[in-house]
């Protein structure tokens, strides 16, 4: 898989997850500027998503098995606007401590994903 | 007459029924709970998609630990569902819930560190939940603080 693409989504995941964390230091809910940031990470995943299912389409296959792998890509684009949609309804820091878990989780995810792809 | 009847008598009684419903309704998935929703909303697909994958691949290869995987599942999907709803009743099930999700991963971990040999595969619960950073072992932790706090507050 594109390694690169693994990296900066891991990257962009941990960045957002400190700046949630940031502002649940800061007892503060997440604002638009967040939801922006989540919706740079998810663009991102997305673009992982789409690349995995044409690099399968091309015939490549993953290490550890390839329906692990799709639902793996999956969950690693659900986990950020998942998260996201819990904290619209929670306006307080513990929103952001929500979006803050759920980039360490989509972090945690890219790590298994470039183990689950192998070289 | 009636009207005065509606207007006096229920006056009392009201304020007591509006404190039932609150206190049979109250949030458990708002505040920290909404983290917790989180991490057992994961952790529901994350045990179920595991083991369905694992049951339809190859389900003679470890029948035990993928069942295990599959119990996990529906704990994690009902406490889910418990702090979604909120509630006395759900929050007592969802207590019950980690006190035996507590008790199953400590359990499972220990054995899966004695006889390895009954694990040819992992569960989700093996070695403490070692495969997905212990959050299986404090997960049940945090759950029972927080739903004993949730009948304080």
Request: with cysteine; glycine share 10%; proline share 4%.
């Amino acid at each position: 898989m594109l390694d690169a693409l693994t990296v900066a989504v891991a990257v962009t995941a941990l960045a957002l997850a400190a700046w949630c964390g940031f502002a649940a230091y800061r007892d503060q809910p997440t604002k638009d500027w967040h939801f922006i940031g989540m919706a740079v990470v998810s663009v991102l995943a997305l673009a992982q998503l789409l690349v995995g299912i044409v690099q399968l389409a091309r015939g490549e296959r993953p290490d550890q098995g390839m329906t692990i792998f799709i639902a793996y890509l999956i969950g690693a684009f659900a986990s950020v606007p998942a998260a996201g949609f819990l904290s619209l309804s929670e306006r307080t820091r513990w929103g952001s401590v929500t979006v803050a878990a759920g980039a360490v989780v989509l972090a945690v995810l890219e790590v298994r994903l470039y183990d689950i792809w192998g070289n | 007459m009636r009207d005065t009847d509606r207007t006096g008598t229920p006056a009392s009684p009201a304020p007591e029924r509006n404190a039932t419903t609150q206190r049979q309704r109250f949030e458990l998935g708002t505040g920290p709970g909404r983290v917790l929703v989180w991490f057992y909303g994961v952790f529901t697909v994350a045990a179920a998609s595991r083991s369905i994958v694992e049951m339809i691949l190859d389900f003679g290869k470890a029948p035990l630990a993928y069942t295990l995987s599959a119990v996990a599942a529906v704990v994690y999907g009902f406490i889910t569902y418990s702090l979604v709803r909120g509630g006395e009743k759900a929050r007592r099930a969802a207590l019950v819930c980690c006190a035996a999700e507590l008790a199953g991963v400590l359990v499972v971990g220990t054995w899966t560190l004695v006889e390895p040999s009954a694990f040819p595969d992992s569960t989700v619960w093996s070695g403490f939940g070692m495969g997905y950073l212990f959050i299986p072992v404090i997960l049940p932790v945090t759950g029972m603080i927080w739903l004993r706090h949730a009948r304080n507050a």
